[in-house]
């Protein structure tokens, strides 16, 4: 299930566009379609079964109508026509639209049981929220910081407007996830999981029965290394869509963290030739062949990701770590020059410093001005540093130096500042040259006794 699903308007918005149609003139003026429309659209909203006995013995009771009458049927109909002309006028700028299924033209499809009328409902696409909402699902999807900062503003603007769009709750929230990991940033992880954590909370209120409501709160609890209540939201999600669920980045991530590496391998192996066009389900598989150590398969998996889309930054920062992994330096940095030209910013500055000076350090095809100019860069950072850093970045630039044992020490303010990618520290090659100093196997310790086995 995409966004699109998410964004079902809940139950408050859709009673306030309720209210205003029966409020209007013309929809007032024909009474018994303004009672049926009600009958519908409140049982709708209760769970009831709309069927056309369902309307008859709650709007046409006998008597005084005759059992067999088609009352129910042709007023329907004539709701269903109701509906068009509101929405084609009076209503064509309300923010909600209710409307029930209906034939495509020139075709007769025969509905299941109940379902010809039992009312939909659905933001308006015309709305400006809505494009703003697919803008910001657009942006997000991207991936990338800036994309990632513009998907931020735009569903921000959507809840400001909208404060009940369950779907723009879930974006954000999957915004901020998506950052707290991956992402250079001018506030601290704990302070965008905070807001990650609330917006989710307030989600699931609007939304309880919505599968991604929760699974979202389960990834904001788990990039905070609240496990067993992360836990429970996964379980939520899976008895309301298991399937969905399953596909699900977050809940995949989960059960690597909770020791089911293998399952969570196999649902990415499943996703990825499920959708075998889709670039990200590739990289998403090829990532856990990396930190299974499977890196044949991985850098198999990855090159395909490759040629569905060469401009997908994370396919190259997925290769160079592997490259890093293979000893083939200079491959990594080829990948991390295409990934800093993808989502460098404006003023040329290095995306993920430590993975930088990881790759110059060890490349043997680089100018050694190259090499000098980015590794005082990031020697100047680490430096300098501050509550905003990247502490896992740090620790990879201090590896990078040959600084060991300050590499497990930025570890460990990483895993004491609860820093999403410290779960699956014992998992990533990368830390492999550093896995016997002192300190590191105690934070991983620590990791194991925080983890559901």
């Not at 669920?245 to 969570?264: I, S």
């Not at 030739?273 to 062949?289: N, R």
């Not at 990078?400 to 090659?429: C, T």
Request: net charge neutral; with cysteine.
């Amino acid at each position: 299930m995409s966004q699109e699903k998410s964004s079902i308007p809940p139950h408050s918005d859709v009673e306030r566009q309720l209210e205003r149609m029966l409020a209007n003139e013309t929809i007032a003026s024909r009474r018994q379609q303004a009672k049926v429309l009600k009958c519908i659209v409140r049982g709708a909203l209760a769970g009831e079964d709309i069927t056309e006995k369902y309307i008859r013995e709650t709007v046409f009771p006998t008597p005084p109508y005759k059992p067999e009458s088609n009352i129910a049927r042709r007023t329907i109909d004539l709701v269903r026509t109701l509906l068009m002309e509101y929405y084609a006028r009076d209503g064509q700028d309300d923010v909600v639209i209710i409307r029930l299924p209906q034939s495509p033209p020139g075709k007769r499809i025969k509905f299941q049981a109940g379902e010809a009328y039992k009312p939909l409902f659905s933001y308006n696409p015309s709305h400006p929220d809505s494009q703003k909402f697919r803008l910001g699902t657009h942006f997000l999807q991207q991936k990338s910081p800036e994309a990632m900062s513009a998907a931020l503003d735009y569903l921000h603007d959507v809840t400001s407007s909208q404060a009940g769009h369950t779907g723009a709750h879930i974006g954000l929230v999957e915004a901020l996830c998506a950052m707290s990991v991956y992402m250079s940033r001018s506030s601290p992880e704990t302070e965008m999981l905070s807001v990650a954590l609330q917006i989710a909370k307030d989600a699931v209120e609007l939304t309880p029965d919505d599968w991604h409501t929760h699974a979202a709160r389960g990834a904001a609890l788990l990039c905070c290394h609240e496990i067993v209540l992360a836990g429970s939201e996964f379980k939520a999600a899976l008895q309301l869509d298991k399937a969905q669920t399953l596909n699900y980045a977050w809940y995949q991530a989960f059960l690597f963290t909770t020791d089911k590496r293998e399952r969570a391998l196999l649902l990415a192996k499943l996703n990825a030739e499920e959708c075998i066009e889709s670039p990200d389900a590739q990289c998403a598989y090829g990532l856990y062949l990396y930190a299974v150590r499977q890196f044949g398969e991985a850098e198999a998996v990855l090159a395909n990701a490759l040629k569905l889309d060469r401009n997908r930054w994370f396919t190259h920062l997925a290769l160079c770590v592997l490259y890093l992994a293979l000893d083939r330096a200079d491959e990594a940095l080829h990948h991390y020059e295409r990934l800093q030209l993808l989502v460098g910013n404006e003023k040329g500055q290095w995306v993920m410093p430590g993975l930088a000076a990881l790759c110059v350090s060890r490349a043997k095809k680089i100018t050694s001005q190259k090499r000098g100019q980015t590794i005082a860069w990031v020697k100047e950072l680490i430096a300098n540093i501050d509550e905003s850093v990247d502490w896992v970045q740090c620790a990879i630039a201090c590896m990078a130096f040959g600084e060991n044992q300050r590499a497990v020490w930025a570890l460990e303010h990483a895993f004491n500042k609860r820093h999403p990618l410290i779960l699956w520290l014992d998992a990533w090659p990368i830390f492999d040259p550093i896995r016997k100093q002192k300190g590191f196997q105690k934070i991983i310790c620590h990791l194991n006794r925080s983890t559901i086995k």
